[in-house]
């Protein structure tokens, strides 16, 4: 089941924070990294946050986390973790597939290391296509994918 989490509630933010870092753990190892920036976010700084977030709860369990913030019509996908204990499941096509359906946006886009293919896969099978690679100064290349999409509710989503 897929529900809209409010983080600014200290437990909530807390298992957010405990989902992103199991998740974000397996990333740093996927791209060779010790040095991930999103492992450095505090769940303070998850229940300050202005995003909304959206979260797959499995046998009472949080097991995967979307983070979007709509800015305009264009839709970004900040986050996107599932707890490992609960990886090869379809979770994240849930939530992608969720968060597409439910804003009314012309382009959404989202970031991933070059490095993460699980991700850069799962985001080209919903539709999105790379646009811009570049490094910032944490020295992680990073790929930036974007969809296009009509303003008419339909946003052709793979169900």
């Known amino acids: 089941m897929i529900t809209e989490l409010n983080n600014s ?15 974000y753990k397996i990333e740093a190892q996927l791209i060779g990294t010790l040095d991930f920036p999103p492992l450095f976010r505090s769940a303070k700084d998850i229940e300050n946050s202005k995003t909304q977030f959206y979260g797959f709860i499995e046998n009472n ?8 913030a709509l800015k305009g019509k264009e839709l970004e996908i900040d986050s996107l973790t599932v707890d490992p204990d ?3 499941r379809g979770i994240a096509n849930k939530l992608i597939n969720h968060v597409l359906a439910s804003f009314n946006f012309s382009k959404a886009i989202v970031e991933t290391a070059v490095g993460n293919l699980p991700a850069i896969n ?3 099978k919903n539709g999105f296509v790379e646009f811009k690679k570049w ?7 990073k790929l930036a994918l974007s969809m296009n999409c009509s303003l008419t509710g339909d946003n052709g989503v793979n169900s």
């Not at 509630?9 to 998740?23: L, R």
């Not at 490094?135 to 290349?141: A, C, F, L, R, V």
Request: charge should be negative; include cysteine.
């Open 61 to 68: 369990c949080l097991a995967g986390v979307i983070e979007v």
């Open 122 to 124: 799962l985001y080209k």
């Open 86 to 88: 609960f990886f090869q």
């Open 135 to 141: 490094t910032p100064s944490h020295g992680i290349e």
């Open 9 to 23: 509630h200290e437990d909530v933010a807390t298992k957010i924070f405990t989902v992103f870092q199991n998740s």
